[in-house]
């Protein structure tokens, strides 16, 4: 990180100077790190500018100029949800900076930081990544600014853009570079998108429009692209010419389509088609989505400007997950497992939050539309071997001298999907849909829990263990398929408080979230109610839920008020939709189309919430017994011809007159994270954005990070 540090490694010059508006953490939950440490196991030298002023290019020329190529990141967070609240006012503060310090990263970090490190020297090599680089690699829509922005590429001038698990690339990529390759012509590494002159495609590509996708009906199955057995050669032709009759077997000619579809790139609405048309926009969403699959994603362009100046935004097909030896092998690397000494001790709220939580899978295949972990990580789960987590618990033990015996987490973007897979890889690779559990738990997916309750049952055999609690958040719809795990989880590893994310009550918003009906949640509860007992704990659920989520209507967040009034949840600090870049639940925003389904201008309008009024209404109906929410409520509740559920009966929601004094300020009738009245149904809401938490979608540079991808 500085200048003095390569001087004592003998350093003239750094291979990759990394770039990051996080603090350096040295630990795999972080991506800087964990990207830092991979170049450095294969042999090169790294060097890490973390949160430089942007406003002059000098902070870039610390390190000197890099023999190969800058990296930038704008951290663990896409830059603007980490600065910028729902209702669009600026945070207070920043996990990922020392002592929780505001501002210390520009809006838009990976467009800033790139063009920065161009400044510092002209005609460097600028390789762009993490979860902002990768959420915005085509035309998206921009809550921040409220309009439709060009990909990332063009605005930042970079080389080349590595999205997802992007390890394999990177490390590829550097190799190349090493060897005099120049940036430009490396451009057959899947998870990279770069730029090209318009129509500009390898030899024996075809083009094809992607209306010719988005069809009516059903998505057809497709076969498997990447299968190397080639087509059989047709047979010779007579001399006269005829052709003699044979039939194709079903292998060959799934064979036949695999090469075609390999050499195939679906053109996109171009930036300007989609900036000014909301349905085309939702179009593109719909077919980037169904393009999503490794096993059969095709290549897509999308043309950005007109006139000499335009350039085709090129997407290669997204990476093929990791295998569970190269997992380990990334989380296996020599971590510090410390915040950098520049730090001398001062706190960051992230590390204290992440530091004794351990990884042990990546991606989703839960597909909720409002998440973004999936255009991220991808909906293939990759797991680590056990052996591999177990031998992290014991370097926490040995290396962390504030260890106590807590570990804090063992998850991953879901808590209970480690080694769940499709059960046949065939299926998998040529499977279309957005989800394996909405509208039900598909018949292909296996939902064996035993792996994960061996791989509890060992973690907390290690000697020097006390607890291990799990912090990520439940599945609990695949959880109610194994009541060994629920009874597992609940004996040895609640502290108190679990949570889950029904995210709503009411059918119409949980089919625009693709999420399952509370018929899940109650079995669940039931189930969660009955072994606490039997461990003789008092424990409980905390429920996350969204306000204002596109398809939710003022009488389905007065429904959800009123089936969290009958069961007492007091909710305590609630959120509002934030629509994150490229996610589906956007497309819905913006273009008030349903992306879930064929897209036209006569299909289905779904009813989106825009104005801050209307939001402020959703979000205060989650806070129903706040007495600062009464006000609005009252007023909505009026407008919606709900009068009878003012005042003092005990069927109202709130009472006619506002308090005065100490009793308008009272926050909540319980304390944060403590049950209202009744222990069995109470529950208290998690702060809105928390480092390594449950949501967002936006985490990470190519492969590190944790949750906080999901902060919605």
Avoid at 133 to 161: E, G, M, N, Q, T
Avoid at 314 to 332: H, K
Avoid at 613 to 633: G, M, Q, S, T
Wanted: proline share 8%; charged share 25%; glycine share 8%.
């Amino acid at each position: 990180m500085s200048r003095a540090e390569m001087k004592q490694l003998g350093w003239d010059a750094c291979d990759v100077i990394l770039v990051t508006g996080d603090a350096y953490l040295d630990h795999p939950s972080f991506g800087m790190a964990l990207v830092g440490r991979l170049l450095e196991a294969h042999g090169f030298r790294v060097g890490i500018i973390s949160q430089p002023d942007w406003h002059s290019a000098e902070p870039f020329r610390a390190l000197g100029k890099p023999r190969l190529y800058f990296g930038i990141t704008a951290g663990n967070m896409d830059s603007m949800v980490n600065r910028y609240t729902s209702d669009r006012k600026i945070r207070s503060d920043d996990a990922y900076t020392p002592n929780a310090e505001p501002n210390k990263r520009p809006d838009r970090a990976v467009t800033v930081y790139a063009q920065r490190a161009r400044e510092a020297f002209p005609g460097v090599n600028v390789v762009i990544g993490s979860i902002e680089a990768s959420l915005r690699r085509i035309a998206h829509y921009d809550y921040w600014s409220d309009k439709v922005r060009r990909s990332v590429l063009p605005d930042s001038k970079a080389d080349i853009l590595l999205f997802g698990n992007a390890e394999r690339a990177l490390v590829a990529l550097t190799q190349r570079l090493d060897a005099g390759e120049p940036i430009e012509s490396i451009r057959d590494l899947r998870g990279t998108a770069f730029m090209v002159k318009p129509g500009s495609r390898p030899e024996g590509w075809e083009e094809t429009a992607s209306t010719a996708i988005d069809r009516p009906g059903r998505i057809d199955s497709h076969p498997d692209p990447y299968s190397m057995e080639p087509a059989a050669a047709a047979p010779a032709a007579a001399a006269d010419g005829a052709q003699p009759v044979r039939i194709v077997s079903r292998e060959e000619r799934v064979a036949s389509r695999r090469a075609q579809r390999e050499h195939t790139v679906v053109r996109l609405p171009s930036y300007e088609e989609v900036k000014d048309d909301a349905v085309l926009y939702a179009h593109a969403s719909r077919v980037f989505h169904l393009e999503s699959n490794p096993g059969n994603a095709r290549a897509m362009v999308q043309l950005h400007g007109e006139g000499p100046g335009a350039r085709d935004v090129w997407l290669n097909q997204p990476p093929i997950p990791l295998t569970t030896p190269e997992m380990d092998f990334v989380y296996g690397l020599p971590y510090a497992r410390q915040p950098h000494p520049a730090y001398a001790g001062a706190r960051i709220p992230a590390w204290d939050m992440i530091k004794f939580s351990i990884n042990i899978m990546r991606g989703c295949f839960g597909g909720c539309t409002f998440c973004s972990i999936t255009e991220h990580e991808g909906r293939i789960i990759q797991s680590r071997s056990e052996d591999s987590i177990l031998r992290e618990i014991e370097e926490i033990r040995d290396k962390s001298p504030d260890f106590k015996g807590h570990i804090s987490d063992l998850g991953g973007p879901t808590a209970n999907m480690y080694r769940m897979a499709c059960k046949d890889p065939e299926i998998e690779r040529s499977c279309r849909r957005l989800s394996c559990v909405y509208p039900g738990i598909c018949e292909n997916l296996g939902t064996d829990h035993g792996p994960l309750i061996q791989l509890y049952r060992k973690a907390r055999a290690i000697p020097g263990v006390k607890r291990i609690t799990i912090g990520s958040g439940l599945r609990y719809d695949l959880a109610v398929r194994s009541p060994e795990y629920v009874k597992e989880l609940v004996t040895h590893h609640v502290s108190g408080l679990l949570k889950i994310a029904p995210e709503h009550s009411e059918d119409g918003p949980l089919s625009k979230m693709m999420k399952p009906g509370m018929g899940a949640y109650e079995a669940f509860r039931e189930l969660f109610e009955k072994y606490s007992k039997e461990a003789g704990k008092k424990q409980h659920l905390v429920p996350y839920f969204i306000a204002a989520h596109p398809g939710t209507t003022d009488e389905d967040m007065l429904n959800l008020a009123l089936w969290l009034k009958e069961r007492d949840f007091r909710l305590d600090q609630v959120q509002t939709f934030l629509p994150t870049p490229m996610a589906i639940a956007t497309a819905m925003y913006h273009s008030r189309k349903n992306p879930l389904k064929k897209v036209s201008a006569d299909s289905e309008v779904v009813e989106t919430v825009r104005t801050g009024r209307i939001r402020k209404l959703h979000k205060a109906f989650l806070r129903w017994h706040d007495p600062e929410n009464w006000p609005i409520l009252r007023e909505g509740l009026m407008r919606m011809g709900r009068a009878d559920l003012i005042g003092a009966g005990p069927k109202c929601l709130v009472p006619r007159h506002q308090p005065a004094g100490p009793a308008l300020t009272g926050r909540s009738a319980a304390p944060l994270g403590s049950p209202a009245r009744k222990p069995s149904a109470g529950a208290a809401r998690q702060p809105e954005r928390t480092p390594g938490g449950k949501r967002q979608p936006a985490r990470k540079p190519a492969a590190g990070g944790k949750r906080a991808m999901r902060d919605r």
